[in-house]
C-alpha cells in the first residue's frame, strides 16, 4: 500500500494555460475524490468518482474544470484557461466502500498550483 | 447543507500538556462520521481519529480522544501529553450521506518546548 500519489507536486503556469493533475489512488480503493485547498482554509470539495462515474460535482468546478477516471483506477483533474483565482493546492482522496472502512478518506499530498 | 465551524483559528500549548480543539456543525442527518484531520506544514493530511455518530462511546486513539455531544452537535478534540510533532492545522470534518467530506476552516496548533 502506497498510499494516494499526486503528479506533478507544485506546478507554475502562466494564466490562461491548461494544466492536468494526476491522482493514483490506493490499489483496490474504489472512490476518489478531489478538493481544492487555498492558504488558510480548510479543502473544499469538487468532485468524486465511484471506479470511472463520476457520482457529484460541485458548484465550484466550474465549466473549465474537468475530471475523469476512465477506467476507475487513476484520475485526472484538467483546468483549462487558467485564472490566478485557480492557484491553490488541489487534493486527491480515496476510500473503500466496505462497511469495515468507516468511509474513512485517505489524502494524497497535494499538487500545488501557481498561475502567474 | 452542512457547515462545519472551528471557532479557534489558533491555539497553542505546553509540551506535555492537554490541550482541547472545538468544533461544532449544523446537519439535518441523523446517521453519519466526523473526523479530526492533522495537517502538518507542507505535509498530507492524515485521519487522527474518527467518530460513528450512531456511537454513543467517544473514539479514542492513544493521547487523542473526542468529546462527542450529538445533541449540542459538538466535537471537540482533546489531545493529552503533547508533544512538538502535534504542531499542525487540524481540521474537523463532517462526512454524511453524500459521502464528501465537509471541513471547518482549522485550527493551528503551536506546541511550544
Known amino acids: 500500500d502506497t498510499g494516494v500519489s499526486q503528479d506533478p507536486r507544485h506546478k507554475i503556469t502562466k494564466r490562461g494555460q491548461n494544466v492536468t493533475f494526476r491522482c493514483d489512488p490506493i490499489?483496490?480503493?474504489?472512490?476518489l475524490y478531489w478538493y481544492r485547498q487555498t492558504l488558510g482554509q480548510g479543502p473544499e470539495f469538487l468532485t468524486y468518482?465511484?471506479?470511472?462515474?463520476?457520482?457529484?460535482k460541485s458548484r465550484l468546478l466550474s465549466d473549465r474544470f474537468s475530471a475523469e477516471r476512465p477506467k476507475g483506477s487513476f484520475s485526472t483533474l484538467e483546468i483549462q484557461r487558467t485564472e490566478q483565482g485557480d492557484s491553490a493546492m488541489y487534493l486527491c482522496?480515496?476510500?473503500?466502500?466496505?462497511?469495515?472502512?468507516?468511509?474513512?478518506?485517505?489524502f494524497g499530498e497535494g499538487s500545488w498550483l501557481t498561475v502567474v | 447543507a452542512q457547515t462545519v465551524t472551528q471557532s479557534q483559528p489558533e491555539m497553542s500549548v505546553q509540551e506535555a500538556e492537554t490541550v482541547t480543539l472545538s468544533c461544532t456543525y449544523d446537519?439535518?442527518?441523523?446517521?453519519?462520521?466526523l473526523f479530526w484531520y492533522k495537517q502538518p506544514p507542507s505535509r498530507q493530511m492524515i485521519l487522527v481519529i474518527r467518530?460513528?455518530?450512531?456511537?454513543?462511546q467517544n473514539a479514542t486513539e492513544n493521547r487523542f480522544s473526542v468529546n462527542f455531544q450529538k445533541a449540542a452537535k459538538s466535537f471537540s478534540l482533546k489531545i493529552s501529553d503533547s508533544q512538538l510533532g502535534d504542531a499542525a492545522m487540524y481540521f474537523c470534518?463532517?462526512?454524511?450521506?453524500?459521502?464528501?467530506?465537509?471541513f471547518g476552516k482549522g485550527t493551528k496548533l503551536t506546541v511550544n518546548p
Open positions: 490499489s483496490e480503493h474504489n472512490r
Open positions: 467518530q460513528e455518530a450512531y456511537k454513543q
Open positions: 470534518a463532517f462526512q454524511g450521506g453524500s459521502e464528501k467530506l465537509v
Open positions: 468518482f465511484q471506479n470511472e462515474a463520476q457520482l457529484e
Open positions: 446537519t439535518s442527518e441523523s446517521d453519519y462520521y
Open positions: 482522496a480515496s476510500s473503500p466502500r466496505t462497511a469495515s472502512s468507516g468511509n474513512t478518506i485517505y
